[in-house]
């Protein structure tokens, strides 16, 4: 049995978090990621107030058709980071990534913190938060490449080969749900919905167990 002053000792550790949960999405370019997070979104009902969408931090401009996002030069970006600013924060692409760390707050009112993350983070994420699910969205390679190839940016034969390493690191994400995205986007939508049901009706629980 565990003594009170155990208990109390436990609850005043700043980490890892052990209220509420932590949803990270994850997944190749042209997966379809923020569709998929915004149809989930616009259907929470009754759960909206209760399910938080991170607000991330890159070092790149906002753009009309780009996720909603806070901007920052690449020399603040690192300042901020130094100062823990970011409840994890990651390279790709020639940008850098932020997570704030005012989620780490919402996790602790015992909230569901669901956030557009890199495979390269989740482990770190994992080990933060108690309550964790990774969640990988995705799409089979040749339907991922028609819609990168579209974007006009690389060839359908080089985008083939990198998502086929992309494959390979997916695949290495323990205990990640999988959801496929090559269909209506309200099938992996609701799938993703559910998702999020689940952890809200975990996170009313969690803390007790």
């Known amino acids: 049995m565990i003594s009170a002053s155990m208990e109390r000792a436990r609850a005043e550790t700043p980490f890892p ?92 009112a015992g909230q569901v913190v669901v956030a557009n993350a890199s495979r390269a983070v989740i482990p770190a994420l994992g080990e933060r938060y108690v309550n964790f699910q990774p969640v990988i969205i995705t799409a089979p390679r040749e339907v991922l490449a028609d819609r990168l190839a579209a974007r006009g940016r690389e060839s359908r034969a080089e985008l083939l080969q990198r998502l086929e390493r992309a494959h390979s690191s997916e695949l290495q994400v323990p205990q990640a749900l999988v959801i496929d995205n090559s269909g209506p986007l309200e099938q992996a939508g609701e799938k993703f919905l559910a998702v999020l049901r689940r952890a809200a009706a975990w996170s009313d629980v969690c803390d007790t167990v």
């Open 17 to 108: 978090i052990r209220q509420g949960v932590f949803v990270a999405v994850a997944g190749p370019s042209g997966a379809g990621k923020d569709s998929v997070m915004q149809y989930a979104r616009e259907r929470l009902g009754a759960l909206a107030g209760d399910v938080v969408f991170a607000r991330r931090v890159i070092t790149r401009p906002m753009e009309a058709d780009s996720e909603e996002h806070d901007s920052l030069e690449v020399e603040a970006f690192e300042r901020a980071e130094r100062d823990g600013c970011f409840a994890a924060s990651w390279r790709a692409n020639g940008l850098c990534y932020g997570l704030p760390a005012e989620l780490d707050d919402i996790a602790r």
